[in-house]
């Protein structure tokens, strides 16, 4: 992520969760480039999603993935949540976290795909309407390279349209 696709990002955020982060918020994840992994996706040179990661010791908490209502379904949050987990893996993380709402089972198939299981439950979590959140938990170790995107002379997601960008 880049901070010319602020804009995008933004919209996409605004359109996507009754919660938004505040552009400020994904200015500072594309400055922080100590712990802070944000990456967008692209279709045509578009931004039609994007993932923020966080890396703390030996922990990837993977803050938002985000993909277009017309994407979705597409396999963009999967090169998403791949992209973030190979970088994990290349960090020598053990286990990564999220948290999703209970509700989002869209989600959380897509994260047990890779190993995420539900550890515990945060009540009332999400101030719009009091949502409960399932807190996920992975071990990196756990999940197979195909899984986690790492196959052997595997594919740049950095390189090609509809993969992450990480670019800073």
Known sequence: MRE???DPVYDLERDLFSMPWS?????FEVNDTRTSCPITALD????VGYAVGWFVADELHIGNVAVARAKQGTGMGKVLVEY??????ARAVTYAT???RVS???ATN???KYGFRGIAIRKRYYGDNGEDAMIMMAEIGR???REAGLEAGGQDHRESEGHPQEDK
Do not use: I, P, Q, W
């Not at 552009?23 to 200015?27: E, N, R, Y």
């Not at 045509?44 to 931004?47: A, E, N, Q, T």
């Not at 973030?84 to 893996?89: C, H, R, T, V």
């Open 98 to 100: 999220l948290e999703v």
């Open 143 to 145: 999940t197979s390279g």
């Open 4 to 6: 010319d696709d602020l």
């Open 104 to 106: 989002n089972v869209r």
């Open 23 to 27: 552009k400020t918020s994904f200015l």
């Open 110 to 112: 897509l994260y047990r």
């Open 44 to 47: 045509d040179g578009h931004v």
């Open 84 to 89: 973030l987990l190979k970088e994990a893996a």
